[in-house]
């Protein structure tokens, strides 16, 4: 009887960080640029307590006029903000900026997409400037993980030498619909399971349904398997092109528990891999695999409901005191304003 999880090691949780897979499979996934080693200093901006954007990171020019209102200013907060300034990786991230037109970050391991509400809707996650690299991140809890050894390997018995790197993905705007993520067990595609919890009555169509089972089945076969050199077992994740023909290869994830198998659960994923194999002991026909599930209805108890995504998390705790009762519109306007208050050295007279 197949066991839940495989077992972790740390260089299997290696294998799944974004400079391990990125350089083989760049020619089948978005344009993206790897910013490795970072300093010290930047964890601990990143571990630091308040919200804040490193001085020289926005696109608005610094002012040097002295606001009548200084005295307001907290010294302490100043200093912290003064010490936290990084010029290098600023021209490191405006230069992925302008040759990709925006971008959207991730760690090693982790997207801040808990953070996505910081950023205009209408385009979220879309970073124009360093300073919205460095308010998705430090919004975030997702990328909490990515930060320490201890819990990127979490579960392994013995450790690895780490080093955290920054990742910048060419944004674009992206029709959640068609994304996927994918279960391989012991090098057998079993599930596909839509990302995204919103209905989307097209997903149900028998025929849309199958072929998006054999595009999937088409891209691991000819783009993954003949690259993939880790453990036999994995996540992976795709976003399908608008015809629903080709597929861009997003991420890889450890089948390990950490990742969330959203439609299935990791026991169904057992049991669908038991029931292959057992197919293949016998003259009987093979189940059919890999199994797609999608949302199939708007009261599927996986839908979203109109609360936000994350929501949660999505708040950061400093930002909490502004609420004071507030209604979510005026909190917003509020936490939209402190932010931009944040991107100025100074107040303007």
């Known amino acids: 009887m197949e066991q839940l999880f495989p077992p972790l090691s740390s260089s299997y949780i290696l294998s799944f960080q974004f400079s391990s897979w990125y350089p083989i499979f760049r020619t089948s996934s978005i344009k993206s640029t790897i910013i490795r ?15 804040f954007v490193p001085k020289g990171s926005e696109n608005v020019p610094a002012e040097s006029t002295l606001s009548d209102d200084e005295d307001d200013v907290n010294p302490d907060e100043e200093e912290e903000e003064q010490v936290f300034a990084f010029p290098e990786l600023d021209e490191k991230i405006r230069a992925a900026i302008k040759d990709y037109g925006a971008v959207f970050p991730k760690l090693n391991f982790s997207a801040p997409k808990d953070a996505s509400w910081i950023l205009p809707a209408s385009s ?16 975030s809890d997702f990328i909490t993980h990515d930060r320490s050894s201890s819990s990127v390997f979490a579960g392994c018995e013995q450790t690895e030498p780490y080093e955290l ?20 067990r012991k090098n057998v595609l079993i599930g596909i399971s839509q990302r995204d919890t919103n209905y989307y009555d097209y997903l149900n169509d028998t025929t849309t349904r199958s072929k998006i089972i054999d595009t999937v089945i088409e891209v691991w076969k000819t783009k993954i398997q003949p690259g993939w050199n880790a453990e036999p077992n994995y996540v992976f994740d795709l976003l399908l092109t608008r015809d629903l023909s080709r597929a861009h290869i997003v991420d890889f994830n450890p089948y390990a528990p950490h990742t969330d198998p959203l439609l299935f659960s990791y026991e169904e994923l057992k049991d669908l891999l038991d029931i292959n194999a057992a197919s293949d002991e016998t003259v009987s026909p093979r189940s059919p695999l890999p199994e797609l599930r999608v949302i199939h209805s708007p009261s599927h108890p996986a839908a979203s409901s109109k609360a936000p995504a994350n929501q949660h998390n999505m708040v950061p ?3 909490l005191s502004l609420s004071n009762g507030r209604d979510i519109e005026e909190f917003k306007k509020i936490w939209q304003e402190s932010i931009k208050e944040s991107l100025q050295p100074e107040e303007e007279e």
């Open 317 to 319: 705790f400093e930002a």
């Open 37 to 51: 080693p970072l300093s010290q200093k930047f964890l601990d901006y990143l571990n630091a307590d308040r919200v």
């Open 165 to 184: 790197e920054l990742v910048l993905r060419k944004w674009y705007s992206v029709d959640r619909s068609r994304e996927l993520r994918c279960f391989v």
């Open 124 to 139: 979220p996650l879309k970073c124009t400037s360093p300073a919205d690299v460095y308010l998705l991140l430090k919004s």
